[in-house]
């Protein structure tokens, strides 16, 4: 069953608040792309490169080059934060496996007053 929000004494807003998010979304892209294209013009000078023998005096515009590392530094935090979300995601998925065991032994009666905490989880607790 869904409440409307004029049911808890709220006026109904949802509209307003929708569209009032589109517009603001919409200036702030307009301005994000208007800040890339004047910092693209402002430093369209070339850039020499020079990096061992690889690339030996390759020029290429300073924004290209600024870009490019910008986008670097996302994709290798992207990398970092996602290997960490993936290492608790599945301590997340052991600990929930562990609690569902031990609630069913529970409703079972199988766990005694004085039942000993498994290793596991101790280690990963310290």
């Known amino acids: ?20 998010w589109k517009i603001l979304k919409a200036v702030f ?14 430093n369209s000078s070339p850039a020499q490169i020079n990096w ?36 608790l995601w599945q301590k997340s998925r052991k600990q929930q496996k562990e609690i569902a065991r031990l609630m069913e032994m529970s409703t079972n009666g199988n766990i005694e007053a004085h039942h000993h905490i498994p290793e596991t989880f101790d280690k990963e607790q310290s």
Do not use: H
């Open 52 to 87: 061992f023998s690889v690339l030996i005096d390759y020029e290429t515009p300073l924004y290209v080059l600024m870009y490019g590392f910008f986008v670097f530094g996302i994709v290798i935090g992207l990398a970092v934060g996602g290997s960490q979300r993936f290492s």
């Open 1 to 20: 069953m869904v409440k409307n929000a004029a049911a808890n004494g709220r006026p109904d807003r949802g509209k307003a608040d929708r569209s009032m």
């Open 29 to 42: 892209l307009i301005a994000l792309v208007m800040f890339f294209a004047t910092f693209a013009v402002e």
